[in-house]
């Protein structure tokens, strides 16, 4: 799986959208970029993947560059419960076997303000 | 309804005594996994079952052995308990393997 790279840490105010970053400068054309989070003392949770087109859902928006080699997830309007570490997460979609595991790297703590 | 549900949610134990964590989905997912989340929140992939048959084992030592009696099910037990394996334990299903995943809330297994 191609490396992301992702800050260690963010800010946002709650009712602000909130915009992390993330870095895979080294993704192959069969590899989408997936998100998910991981409030405190609870499991990570699915947000959103994508391959290269934008991508929205209930939870949240992923854009991805044209190039491919970066995404933003994009949280609308942020609240206190949205305080997570998220993950961005690149893997192959269709393929078996040992490419079904999901490696995580360090995250983005994003801590929402009231 | 709780969808990937794992017992116990603690486990303390002393070094050296053998203990299982049980897992079980009822969203009629295919695949299974474990993970295992350290002192430092690294998550790592330990095991991965499809329809019963284990697909990935990430170098896990052999006192790790994880069950699958049937597909809704993946037990993790594990012998011969050592200071460093304390750490929180999270099962995950997916419909497919490359489906997004779902995940339990954790184990947390501190050994004494």
């Known amino acids: 799986d191609a490396k992301t790279t992702q800050p260690p840490s963010m800010d946002c105010a709650e009712g602000r959208a909130a915009n992390l970053p993330c870095n895979h400068s080294t993704i192959s054309g069969n590899e989408y970029v997936y998100w998910y989070r991981q409030i405190h003392s609870q499991g990570p949770q699915y947000i959103i993947h994508g391959l290269k087109n934008n991508e929205t859902n209930e939870m949240a928006s992923l854009i991805i560059t044209e190039d491919r080699k970066s995404s933003t997830l994009i949280l609308p309007h942020a609240t206190l419960r949205d305080t997570a570490v998220y993950y961005c997460?690149?893997?192959?979609?269709?393929?078996?076997?040992?490419?079904?595991?999901?490696?995580f790297g360090k995250g983005t703590l994003l801590t929402v303000n009231p | 309804d709780t969808a990937v549900s794992q017992t116990p949610k603690y486990l303390v134990t002393q070094m050296g005594n053998d203990k299982s964590i049980k897992c079980e989905q009822n969203?009629?997912?295919?695949?299974m996994y474990w993970y295992k989340q350290d002192s430092k929140k690294f998550l790592k992939i330990m095991f991965s079952y499809n329809n019963k048959e284990l697909i990935i084992n990430e170098t896990v030592p052999n006192r790790f052995s994880p069950k699958s009696p049937d597909k809704a099910h993946l037990n993790l037990h594990i012998n011969s308990l050592e200071l460093g394996d304390s750490a929180v334990y999270f099962c995950?299903?997916?419909?497919?393997?490359?489906?997004?995943?779902?995940f339990g809330d954790g184990t947390r297994l501190s050994i004494l």
């Open positions: 995950a299903s997916s419909p497919r393997g490359n489906q997004p995943q779902h």
């Open positions: 997460i690149v893997r192959v979609f269709n393929s078996g076997g040992s490419n079904y595991k999901l490696t």
């Open positions: 969203l009629g997912h295919d695949t």
